[in-house]
T-cell receptor
Framework: GQQVMQIPQYQHVQEGEDFTTYCNSS?????IQWYKQRPGGHPVFLIQ?????EVKKQKRLTFQFGEAKKNSSLHITATQTTDVGTYFC?????????FGTGTRLTIIP | EAGVAQSPRYKIIEKRQSVAFWCNPI?????LYWYQQILGQGPKLLIQ????????DSQLPKDRFSAERLKGVDSTLKIQPAKLEDSAVYLC????????????FGPGTRLTVT
């Protein structure tokens, strides 16, 4: 099956600092999705990337798809307490979405 | 627009007992998914339906798990008999169609097997 690695597994940042999580695959991806799961909550769709080198922004969040379509990143500028949660990437293969291991972000006020 | 509904929200059973979960997807969504999420891990797909047909059930432990979506709308997932390692959150999700459509998740059912 599809293998996807996310790093880091955990990230603790001071409020106001930046945060980045990376998603890496050994195979070329058709597209990639990002989800956020708040503590005790369910995954919520954030964005989908399709094109090589694509960059999309949502307020303080910047999503990037690698040129080779084998990796992706999510960057949050100036983190806030509302950013707390686990961020998952999801990759498609055979019409099935495989989730990464996730990066758990905690904010130190 | 109503979201994905799931019930129950919590369930505690003893090992070797059976349990069933129910999911009602967003109206008009053809594709329905059941995921198992063990604490600290990402959701793992158990089964994917397209209308009332199974698209993928390669990771469903078929000796104890079963799922159906008879009328192509709501779905049930059953575990019989349960094992300790089945303790997890069971998430139902739906999407407009299969492939690269965003998935909408329900609140999940937290199962504890003792």
């Amino acid at each position: 099956g599809q293998q996807v690695m996310q790093i880091p597994q955990y990230q603790h940042v001071q409020e106001g600092e930046d945060f980045t999580t990376y998603c890496n695959s050994s195979t070329t991806l058709s597209n990639i999705q990002w989800y956020k799961q708040r503590p005790g909550g369910h995954p919520v769709f954030l964005i989908q990337l399709v094109k090589s080198g694509e960059v999309k922004k949502q307020k303080r969040l910047t999503f990037q798809f690698g040129e080779a379509k084998k990796n992706s990143s999510l960057h949050i500028t100036a983190t806030q307490t509302t950013d707390v949660g686990t961020y998952f990437c999801g990759v498609f293969g055979n019409e099935k979405l495989t989730f990464g291991t996730g990066t758990r972000l905690t904010i130190i006020p | 627009e109503a979201g994905v509904a799931q019930s129950p929200r919590y369930k505690i059973i003893e090992k070797r007992q059976s349990v069933a979960f129910w999911c009602n997807p967003i109206s008009g969504h053809a594709t329905l998914y059941w995921y198992q999420q063990i604490l600290g891990q990402g959701p793992k797909l158990l089964i994917q339906f397209q209308n009332n047909g199974v698209v993928d059930d390669s990771q469903l432990p078929k000796d104890r798990f079963s799922a159906e979506r008879l009328k192509g709308v709501d779905s049930t997932l059953k575990i019989q008999p349960a094992k300790l390692e089945d303790s997890a959150v069971y998430l139902c999700a739906s999407s407009f169609a299969a492939g690269g459509y965003e998935q909408y998740f329900g609140p999940g059912t937290r199962l504890t097997v003792t």
